[in-house]
């Protein structure tokens, strides 16, 4: 057990070192006193803080689930391949930062409720941001009338979330790093029918159908 506290204890720094703890170890093997000796201070602490060791974990998901603004597109699209770009680029590094953390949540969703919650929230986000903005494209006739917006949605949602989550074990798979938000976006404006090169000037839904029909 490390040794009583010399100086006040921020919960900052102990919502730090239960975030390392976590991250390596898992909910069972964040033990509190592992807790506590990486944050220099005593598990009486650590009780006196946050109650639990459930408590301090939760505290820990929640937050690292509202530590950065969130990501959003524009309400209005004016250019659907930037906007997409840096939507995308920034949701990778998001879910990069947090993959030690997600990973260890995803595999306690079925025990741990707020770990459902923080696995899951990211994901849902994502999803209903780029749903918004494919049913936004195609009132302005910049994407395909016909196109199945959720199922559109699904597959970049996903595309985003396995290399940010699996590109340390495959790289070999994904496109190089520097430029895979760009070719994702490439290739999911071709999905929905609208061009990689989409302007601002709205095209009539007659002819968003036509260039997603089948030749």
Do not use: W
Request: proline content about 7%.
């Amino acid at each position: 057990m490390a040794a009583p506290d010399r100086i006040p204890v921020s919960r900052e720094r102990i919502l730090e070192a239960a975030a390392r703890v976590y991250a390596m170890h898992g909910f069972r093997g964040a033990t509190t006193r592992l807790i506590a000796n990486e944050a220099g201070v005593n598990e009486v602490t650590l009780f006196r803080t946050f109650g639990s060791k459930g408590a301090l974990i939760e505290a820990v998901l929640a937050q690292h689930g509202h530590s950065r603004p969130t990501v959003a597109l524009p309400d209005e699209p004016l250019d659907p391949r930037a906007e997409l770009t840096a939507f995308v680029a920034e949701s990778l590094e998001r879910v990069r930062e947090m993959r030690p953390l997600l990973m260890h949540t995803m595999s306690e969703v079925d025990e741990r409720p707020e770990a459902h919650e923080f696995a899951c929230r990211g994901r849902h986000h994502v999803h209903d941001t780029l749903s918004t903005y494919i049913r936004k494209l195609q009132e302005r006739g910049l994407a395909g009338r016909d196109v199945d917006v959720e199922v559109a949605a699904v597959m970049l949602t996903a595309t985003v979330m396995s290399d940010a989550v699996s590109r340390h074990i495959v790289p070999e798979v994904y496109p190089p790093i520097e430029s895979a938000a760009e070719q994702y976006v490439r290739a999911f404006l071709r999905l929905i029918g609208a061009d990689a090169t989409a302007s601002t000037a709205p095209r009539s839904p007659a002819s968003a159908s036509s260039r997603s029909a089948p030749r």
